[in-house]
């Protein structure tokens, strides 16, 4: 497995924006999918975005759909996430999430469909 590093979160008031990054930490390694999930305080972890490697096809949890860009850099192995228009519903540990193995049956939204992740990265926003 390889670690990913996450980078980019903090507290932001309503409106505002943050900047997600995910990069292998050493090196690099060949990935179907990369995606983010979140996790809120008592809650279970949830699918926010997702991007297929080869072509950059993107996927969007609906309640981000329109604010939240993910997008990649295949010469760097790094992964973004562009939030805008944040929300206190936004509120939560965001991971960093790479498919190094896929099957007929994995599907971008799914975290069953990844094998590597990162450590997380807390975003806040406050109302």
């Known amino acids: 497995q390889v670690q990913l590093v996450e980078s980019g979160g903090g507290l932001v008031q309503a409106g505002g924006s943050l900047r997600l990054s995910c990069a292998p930490s050493?090196?690099?390694?060949?990935?179907?999918?990369m995606g983010w999930f979140r996790q809120a305080p008592g809650k279970e972890r949830e699918f926010v975005a997702a991007?297929?490697?080869?072509?950059?096809?993107?996927y969007y949890e609906d309640s981000v759909t329109g604010r939240f860009t993910i997008s990649r850099d295949t010469a760097k192995n790094t992964v973004y996430l562009e939030m805008n228009s944040l929300k206190a519903a936004d509120t939560g540990v965001y991971y960093c999430?790479?498919?190094?193995?896929?099957?007929?049956?994995?599907?971008?939204?799914?975290?069953?469909?990844?094998?590597?992740w990162g450590q997380g990265t807390q975003v806040t926003v406050s109302s």
């Open positions: 991007i297929g490697w080869s072509g950059g096809r993107t």
């Open positions: 050493g090196r690099s390694f060949t990935v179907y999918a």
């Open positions: 999430a790479g498919a190094t193995a896929w099957s007929p049956s994995s599907t971008p939204m799914s975290r069953n469909s990844y094998n590597n």
